[in-house]
């Protein structure tokens, strides 16, 4: 015994039924805004505690680098500043240096107290 299942032919080309779009129609089937934002609130709650806490583990090495890089450039900056004046590119790629360092240091913090899960207070 065999399963075989017959389908029923279709009797010639048939024509699609015609669609009427209705403006009322459409909106009542489209979700809210407030849906819509509730729906995204809740996409950013759920990405922002992993993303956070990642960005909290990596805070020590993060941290630690910038600091590696910023506070002997910085000396090195005071340093050529005073022994080298005449040598300018040397002085700005020391100081440009450190700064970037701290700058990268400064905004990851404020990344990390931006997406933290609880409020943080930002003043200092």
């Given at each position: 015994?065999?399963?075989?299942?017959?389908?029923?032919?279709?009797?010639?080309?048939?024509?699609?039924?015609?669609?009427?779009?209705?403006?009322?129609?459409?909106?009542?089937?489209?979700?809210?805004?407030?849906?819509v934002k509730g729906v995204f609130a809740w996409?950013?709650?759920l990405v922002r505690l992993p993303l956070f806490?990642?960005?909290?583990?990596?805070?020590?090495?993060?941290?630690?680098?910038?600091?590696?890089?910023?506070?002997?450039?910085?000396?090195?900056?005071?340093?050529?500043?005073?022994?080298?004046?005449?040598?300018?590119?040397?002085?700005?790629?020391?100081?440009?240096?450190?700064?970037?360092?701290?700058?990268?240091?400064?905004?990851?913090?404020?990344?990390?107290?931006?997406?933290?899960?609880?409020?943080?207070?930002?003043?200092?």
């Amino acid at each position: 015994m065999s399963n075989i299942i017959k389908f029923p032919k279709p009797k010639g080309k048939q024509a699609l039924p015609a669609f009427e779009l209705d403006a009322e129609k459409i909106k009542k089937a489209m979700p809210k805004a407030s849906t819509v934002k509730g729906v995204f609130a809740w996409l950013f709650l759920l990405v922002r505690l992993p993303l956070f806490l990642v960005m909290y583990w990596l805070r020590l090495p993060v941290i630690f680098l910038c600091n590696l890089v910023s506070i002997p450039m910085l000396l090195a900056w005071l340093f050529a500043l005073y022994a080298f004046p005449d040598k300018s590119a040397m002085v700005w790629g020391f100081g440009i240096a450190s700064f970037s360092a701290f700058v990268v240091s400064w905004a990851y913090d404020f990344i990390l107290m931006a997406i933290s899960p609880q409020d943080m207070m930002m003043t200092l």
